[in-house]
């Protein structure tokens, strides 16, 4: 699961002492290796820590995955994989509802618009990016000539062909700089899948609980050049899963953290953004809820949005109770007046970073005033159609103007991935897209007002579902062509178009940017410099030998396989098949398919003593999906599907004693495609066995 709020820097990171054995999400080149050796008696070598490095995969849907073969197997989440299974699906064919496995369902099927990023190297570029900066620049300006470096710096990366993806990663909230260069992979094609009732088997209501009974899990193929790709580093598979007590290790690209935001911007997520966000997705919901029960084919054309919008609104509330938990927030107050007092003491300390609280409050008040209006007009809606819309409007004019003063996601760096997006051959589902641009449009009228003049002219006195409705009636960018015929025909095409979906973002766009331009300059600028501060005022005070907070970059976590008590009971460390079938009532969510079912009396039957999923106290949190789970030696023995309701809070702050991720079991993920799904060649290819692959015309 990944959030995307609105992109305002936070000053996240650990400013004190590594409080807790398993706490920190550690970039692959600042891994504690003397740390992890006394705490858990685990020597981790630099070899071990590249092969895992280069068997770690980041998915452009916002989760992680793996390796698992030589032949270029790729192991992930389902509900990671199910924006590529939902857009394979059609109404003969409904792989959400079914399952599919190449060969009986047909060949490998390739994904219209997936990437998948391999972490190549880090270099650290954070004295050119500062270096940008010179004696006399507002914060403004000093914001912009460093993201114009940063853009420089991916740009000669790219040039040079180290790599197919380089990307310069803010640390430390501007503590630090680094480049991470990717190798990118877009031929990605779909090799098992589960039905998603098996894959979510309890639904909404078992959802970020604890214990679990699911089968979380999907399979890809990569190819390069049309054949299956040669896999060089690759996880081998522990076919008997991890043991009770046992060290393991998470390598997966968590999303973002807000551990050390000061109080300001703490305050500012529980009483602004998350309310926001909140407020946002119940309608989206409503809207969506509504379309699965009018009929078949609605049902499934929700389906995968439905998941994403009830998962989120799942960890938001999460998010928000954390803050409004009082411990928690004392915890965090305390922790920030220690640092202020101990920079206070030190006159030097004092005069150079002293005033960062104050400027992250005074920017906090830019953030109160322009928020609603921002998220309107800049974020906008989550309609496919819209997002299409508003590249090929901004795409020319981009275009036009020199990389380094470009738009980040428009920056020669990112327009491969952009342009994989912009031309997919994905299904966008009308019904879909009417209810994410109406209840956008809703909102805007409640934020904006009625009366104000943007609302008026984008309404033109239409309802929001009318003016919704005729969106995407009247539009033609559901057609492949006609996107690439506005591409190609640049500026003149764009503005001679008569495309309701372009007319509406060029009627939105001036005030779409300058609403992103008041912000950049009054709250990413002094955001970024006052983040530079407090970083090298926790690197004075406390030493450089603390993780920063999560970036959706590869990290690695370790941990231990072990249960815990709540509310006076015991929670067991794991769960298997029987309990699973215990917990099946006959009933959505919790309705067995029926090859579940027929696997008891089969000959050999599925055995009921197989583990299933398993918790552990690793430092995990959305992006994480997909993840893989390492023993000490290096073996995949589980896949990281979730955390329990205690784990959520721990985007501010980490505790053990009851928080848990949640994985599926690597001896269960076997079992079930022996002996539920008929995988014996997939899952012999996963112990180390070739077999015949089914390639795609």
């Given at each position: ?315 938001v509330t999460g998010f928000e109770s954390g803050l409004r938990d009082p411990v928690l927030m004392k915890k965090q107050s305390d922790r920030e007046a220690a640092l202020r007092s101990t920079i206070a003491k030190d006159p030097k300390l004092q005069s150079e970073y002293g005033s960062a609280w104050g400027d992250v409050e ?336």
């Amino acid at each position: 699961m990944r959030l995307t709020f609105l992109p305002f820097l936070t000053l996240a990171f650990v400013s004190t002492s590594h409080a807790s054995a398993d706490e920190g999400m550690w970039p692959f080149d600042m891994v504690p290796k003397e740390q992890i050796q006394k705490e858990h008696g685990v020597t981790l070598t630099d070899p071990w820590l590249d092969h895992v490095r280069l068997s770690s995969v980041r998915f452009s849907t916002g989760g992680s995955g793996s390796f698992v073969s030589w032949t270029g197997l790729v192991l992930t989440n389902h509900h990671v994989a199910s924006d590529c299974i939902s857009k394979l699906a059609s109404q003969q064919k409904d792989y959400l509802e079914t399952g599919f496995l190449a060969g009986r369902d047909g060949v490998e099927a390739k994904c219209p618009d997936l990437e998948l990023n391999q972490l190549v190297s880090i270099q650290d570029v954070t004295d050119t990016v500062r270096a940008a900066k010179v004696a006399g620049m507002s914060d403004a300006d000093a914001n912009t000539a460093m993201k114009g470096a940063m853009a420089r710096i991916e740009k000669v990366c790219t040039d040079k062909g180290l790599a197919t993806r380089c990307d310069v990663v803010t640390l430390y909230a501007g503590g630090k700089y680094h480049l991470y260069t990717y190798n990118k992979y877009t031929d990605v094609r779909l090799v098992f899948a589960p039905e998603q009732s098996i894959a979510f088997f309890g639904g909404d209501p078992d959802n970020f609980t604890y214990p679990r009974y699911d089968l979380d899990l999907a399979i890809f193929r990569v190819y390069s050049d049309g054949k299956p790709f040669f896999a060089k580093d690759f996880l081998k598979w522990n076919a008997d899963g991890p043991k009770e007590g046992d060290t393991v290790f998470v390598s997966g690209h968590p999303g973002s953290t807000d551990r050390m935001d000061t109080t300001a911007q703490l305050a500012r997520l529980r009483d602004i953004v998350y309310p926001y966000y909140l407020d946002q997705a119940l309608h989206e919901r409503k809207g969506l809820g509504d379309l699965a029960t009018e009929n078949a084919e609605g049902a499934r054309e929700s389906r995968a949005p439905l998941f994403r919008v009830d998962n989120g609104i799942k960890a938001v509330t999460g998010f928000e109770s954390g803050l409004r938990d009082p411990v928690l927030m004392k915890k965090q107050s305390d922790r920030e007046a220690a640092l202020r007092s101990t920079i206070a003491k030190d006159p030097k300390l004092q005069s150079e970073y002293g005033s960062a609280w104050g400027d992250v409050e005074r920017a906090e008040r830019v953030v109160d005033s322009v928020y609603r209006s921002y998220a309107a007009l800049e974020r906008a809606s989550r309609s496919d159609l819209f997002q299409i819309a508003r590249s090929l409007v901004r795409l020319p004019r981009e275009l036009a103007t020199p990389n380094d003063r470009r738009l980040k996601e428009y920056r020669d760096s990112n327009l491969d991935s952009l342009k994989l997006q912009l031309f997919s051959s994905a299904p966008i589902y009308g019904e879909v897209e009417w209810v994410l641009l109406r209840t956008w449009l809703d909102r805007m009228v409640r934020d904006l007002g009625a009366n104000d003049p943007t609302v008026k002219a984008v309404l033109a006195g239409h309802s929001t579902a009318n003016a919704a409705r005729e969106l995407v009636a009247g539009t033609r960018l559901t057609d492949l062509y006609a996107r690439r015929a506005l591409y190609d025909g640049g500026a003149l095409a764009i503005d001679a178009s008569s495309d309701p979906m372009i007319k509406l973002v060029l009627l939105l766009d001036n005030s779409a940017r300058a609403i992103r331009k008041r912000y950049e300059d009054e709250v990413e600028g002094p955001m970024r410099q006052a983040g530079q501060k407090i970083a090298q005022a926790v690197f004075a005070a406390r030493g450089t030998s603390v993780y920063p907070d999560a970036t959706f970059t590869l990290r690695l976590s370790p941990g231990v396989v072990k249960g815990y008590s709540e509310g006076g009971k015991s929670i067991a460390w794991a769960t298997d098949f029987a309990g699973m079938y215990a917990h099946a009532t006959g009933t959505p969510p919790r309705k067995l398919p029926k090859r579940w079912l027929d696997a008891t009396s089969a000959s050999p039957p599925i055995d009921p003593k197989t583990p299933l999923d398993f918790v552990s106290t690793n430092d995990i949190i959305g992006g994480n999906s997909g993840s893989p789970v390492l023993s000490a030696s290096g073996e995949l023995v589980g896949l990281i599907f979730d955390g329990n309701l205690s784990s959520l809070p721990n985007r501010f702050v980490y505790r053990e004693t009851t928080q848990r991720a949640v994985s599926v079991n690597s001896a269960g993920m076997l079992e079930a495609l022996r002996h539920v799904y008929g995988g014996e060649a997939l899952a012999s290819e996963l112990l180390g066995s070739p077999a015949p692959i089914a390639v795609t015309p």
